[in-house]
């Protein structure tokens, strides 16, 4: 690990030195990636959308089957922080549940405890360059399918594979694109198109529900703009007038192009503007909240 990332790190309730930290070889993460994880942000010591992430992370929980140990999610993560000399800094949480150890087998046992790591680092200096200038994104030649893909679990080969695509493009993010030709979600991310005054975004049947893409059509609707979720030929993001990608911790970025086509005029749009400085201000009521 780099300097900068975590030197300590949360285990089923211990904080412990990072070199010392170990999970045990049968765990069903491990062996199948049969687990969740969640990423968030924190802003000063400040945790944006902890009861959001948290709520994603037991419905998925629920949907496999996994135990969520209780915790007191905001004080374990805030004492990781302080920890790791992160408390007033701009920082990235990592919440990963797996089902826990058990005995070689697909067929998980009825009864197992689960295992919880949290981890956390700064964020890249990177990001607030890639939130102002624009970055470039590429197609990529498969997709993501199926059910599984609207909850984050452990299984993240696509996202890798897809990511490792795209920095041989000198690309910032890759976009997974099916056989008919719709472009679905980025490796870590969602897409928003705008065109005529009016935001697209590809619906979440099939994708990841993303934290901030919610908040981000939640303010467009506030703003006045016409919103439609439904699918997204890979012909509406060439012909768009900007496109944006969303994450909790990159939030807004502008896409200004996509391989070989330039998106719009090439630069960062007034939409994509107004919406940055729409969540810059939910995250500053948060950052200022007393507690």
């Known amino acids: 690990m780099k300097d900068t990332d975590s030197k300590f790190v ?50 998925s929980a629920a949907f496999l089957g996994i135990k969520v140990p209780r915790r007191q999610w905001g004080k374990d993560i805030s004492a990781l922080l302080r920890r790791n000399g992160l408390a007033d800094s701009d920082a990235w949480v990592r919440i990963t549940l797996t089902r826990g150890v058990a005995s070689p087998g697909l067929v998980p046992p009825s009864r197992i405890e689960p295992t919880l790591v949290m981890i956390t680092g700064a964020i890249d200096p990177q990001t607030a360059r890639a939130q102002e200038r624009g970055v470039r994104a590429t197609l990529l030649p498969f997709a993501r399918h199926g059910f599984l893909a609207e909850h984050k679990t452990l299984n993240y080969v696509p996202g890798v594979l897809g990511k490792a695509f795209a920095a041989r493009r000198g690309a910032f993010e890759g976009l997974f694109v099916d056989t008919e030709g719709f472009v679905s979600e980025g490796t870590t991310s969602n897409l928003f ?35 439609e979720e439904r699918p997204l030929p890979t012909a509406d993001l060439f012909g768009a007038d900007e496109a944006f990608i969303t994450s909790s911790v990159v939030e807004v970025v502008p896409v200004i192009s996509v391989d070989k086509h330039r998106v719009g005029n090439g630069k960062v749009g007034p939409y994509c503007r107004r919406l940055q400085g729409w969540y810059r201000q939910a995250v500053d009521r948060v950052v200022r909240r007393p507690g």
């Open 193 to 227: 198109v705008v065109r005529g005054g009016s935001l697209f975004t590809p619906p979440v049947a099939g994708i990841l529900s993303g934290i901030t893409r919610r908040l981000v059509l939640q303010a467009a609707v506030a703003d006045g703009m016409k919103v």
């Open 10 to 59: 949360h285990v089923n309730g211990r904080l412990l030195a990072a070199p010392r930290a170990q999970i045990n070889v049968f765990d069903r993460g491990f062996l199948y990636g049969d687990g969740l994880f969640e990423t968030l942000r924190a802003y000063a010591g400040k945790l944006f959308g902890l009861t959001d992430h948290l709520a994603r992370l037991r419905s």
